[in-house]
């Protein structure tokens, strides 16, 4: 999701570019067989995905394996007993048979148990064989893909990049200081989760001119090196996005994926955060990062796989399913969203995997008192510091996810 300051040039003619968040989706093309596998399965959801049902009988669905973890995809079903799976790995982009899977049932659900035997984390896909073909969507429902573990991590480490020249952070004293105090406000927020945060951070090419990152559809590479098992934030001058109505620029807080590929080493697996934003940081004032403290959980919380709490109509169109409205927990408050937060990103891409993403805009929804506005995962960003709460069970899933990957 991607955030972008109140104070932005042409805020009030692009406010649906203003404070967002973005979680990305991943394209494999079979050329073989001239199917395009883009929809994506994510681990653990609790989002409907009944939308998903035709896709996996005409040509899969797609998902991330963890090496060393068990999974279990389920396919919800009072009449299907005998259907069998066929899972594939990808090389060169092409899929290649991995296994094919009994169901077991039991009456009301058939579940297809297995695990990757990669060596580092990877997308699969699965397409279901039923006996009588393309007959069988209709007695389909909902899809999940959960991991079998029951483990739960209490340790989240991140790593703090900050990339070339930074106009409100001029010097390496300015960005020690915010490091810490940003590792601070974010380690206040993840507390009362039982998480605890660890951070550490490094200064990359400092003199370097500043960059101005693009928030698009292309992948973007930057400078600096990981550091295995933590998640990575990227901190650069200025995120930029166009309104292609308006011809207007606005400036975004920060992105991320939802659901990266693995915590370290996929190129896309990172958080970008703007330091533009920052002018009052440099003046000593820590409330600048007490809020991109905020933006920054929030796009991890995407990092990790949570949606947000009630999906955005732009959501629903990069997902391709109007099924996931909301996020599927019943401990989250669901409300009515105004259409006007749509807002169609691009379908296009340069090279690489396509990453769409999905938005975290300002506007009157703030005082929408049907909405659960201090919800971390809120899809509208209010400027309030009290947008940093979790309900039980999104603090479960934030968990189960976080040791699913290598914590």
């Not at 594939?88 to 991995?98: A, E, K, M, S, V």
């Not at 400078?223 to 001058?237: C, F, I, K």
């Not at 300002?362 to 709460?389: F, K, W």
Request: glycine share 6%.
């Amino acid at each position: 999701m991607t955030r972008m300051p109140r104070n932005a040039s042409a805020a009030a003619s692009l406010s649906l570019a203003l404070l967002m968040s973005a979680c990305g989706t991943f394209t494999i093309d079979d050329p073989s067989t001239g199917k395009n596998v883009d929809r994506r399965v994510y681990v653990n959801d609790q989002a409907a995905n009944d939308s998903l049902t035709p896709t996996i009988v005409k040509t899969g669905v797609k998902f991330v394996l963890q090496p060393g973890r068990d999974y279990d995809l389920t396919l919800e079903s009072t009449a299907r007993t005998s259907d069998q799976l066929s899972v594939y790995y990808f090389n060169d982009g092409i899929p290649r048979l991995f296994r094919t899977l009994a169901s077991a049932s039991d009456g009301s659900r058939e579940v297809f148990s297995f695990s990757s035997d990669q060596p580092s984390a990877e997308f699969f896909m699965a397409q279901l064989r039923p006996p009588e073909g393309l007959q069988a969507i209709s007695s389909l429902h909902r899809i999940t893909l959960a991991s079998a573990s029951v483990l739960a991590a209490d340790t989240l480490h991140v790593r703090l990049i900050f990339v070339r020249f930074l106009r409100t952070l001029p010097d390496s004293a300015s960005k020690i200081d915010f490091a810490k105090n940003l590792f601070v406000e974010m380690g206040k927020i993840y507390s009362p989760f039982g998480i605890v945060l660890q951070g550490s951070f490094d200064i990359v090419e400092p003199a370097g001119a500043a960059i101005n990152f693009p928030f698009s559809n292309s992948f973007v590479p930057l400078p600096g090196n990981r550091v295995l098992n933590n998640a990575h934030l990227y901190m650069v001058d200025s995120i930029s996005i166009g309104d292609p109505g308006s011809g207007l620029v606005g400036e975004v807080l920060g992105f991320a994926p939802r659901e990266v590929v693995d915590l370290d080493t996929h190129r896309e697996s990172r958080v970008l955060l703007s330091s533009r934003v920052l002018k009052g940081f440099s003046k000593g004032d820590p409330a600048a990062a007490t809020s991109l403290a905020i933006t920054a959980t929030h796009e991890l919380g995407h990092f990790f796989g949570l949606r947000h709490t009630v999906s955005t109509r732009h959501d629903l169109l990069q997902d391709d399913d109007f099924s996931n409205n909301e996020d599927g927990f019943t401990d989250t408050r669901f409300c009515q969203l105004d259409i006007a937060l749509a807002k169609t990103a691009s379908p296009t891409w340069v090279d690489g995997p396509r990453t769409p993403y999905c938005l975290r805009m300002a506007d009157n929804s703030c005082t929408n008192v049907s909405c659960e506005i201090d919800n971390l995962m809120y899809p509208v960003d209010c400027g309030r510091g009290t947008q940093i709460h979790l309900s039980t069970q999104q603090i479960a899933f934030l968990k189960k996810n976080l040791a699913t990957y290598k914590h």
